[in-house]
């Protein structure tokens, strides 16, 4: 059994930076492409960021990049995703997700098998 779970989420200030943890058990870091995902309030869920399996590549969406950034410890069976100069337009709850092996375009949802439950993270202003 794969299982995903976050945390590290809570309530920030806009410009302040959260760090959200999230740790893969049952199954190597290596066997996955992972990513975070995160959905608003009346919103749908949306591609946040992802790492490949050897830290080769990282993708971001637009409206994170440059200010998120995601890594990985596969030794720790760890992924991170550090949230800097954080907006309220940030607030979502916020989800990890593993994805078999590689993954030939990381935005798409459908193709992650495992997801953690989800972690809030709440920016006020």
């Known amino acids: 059994q794969v299982h995903v779970a976050e945390s590290g989420g809570g309530q920030a200030q806009a410009g302040d930076s959260l760090r959200l943890s999230c740790v893969v058990s049952?199954?190597?870091?290596?066997?996955?492409?992972m990513g975070w995902f995160r959905q608003a309030p009346g919103k749908e869920r949306e591609f946040v960021s992802a790492?490949?399996?050897?830290?080769?590549?990282?993708y971001y969406q637009d409206s994170v990049r440059g200010r998120f950034i995601i890594s990985r410890d596969n030794a720790k069976n760890t992924v991170w995703l550090q949230m800097n100069s954080l907006e309220p337009e940030d607030t979502a709850l916020y989800y990890c997700?593993?994805?078999?092996?590689?993954?030939?375009?990381?935005?798409?949802?459908?193709?992650?098998?495992?997801w953690g439950q989800g972690i809030q993270v709440t920016v006020s202003s």
């Open positions: 790492v490949r399996i050897n830290s080769d590549t990282a």
């Open positions: 049952g199954r190597t870091l290596s066997s996955f492409t």
């Open positions: 997700a593993a994805g078999l092996g590689y993954l030939a375009d990381v935005r798409i949802q459908e193709r992650y098998a495992f």
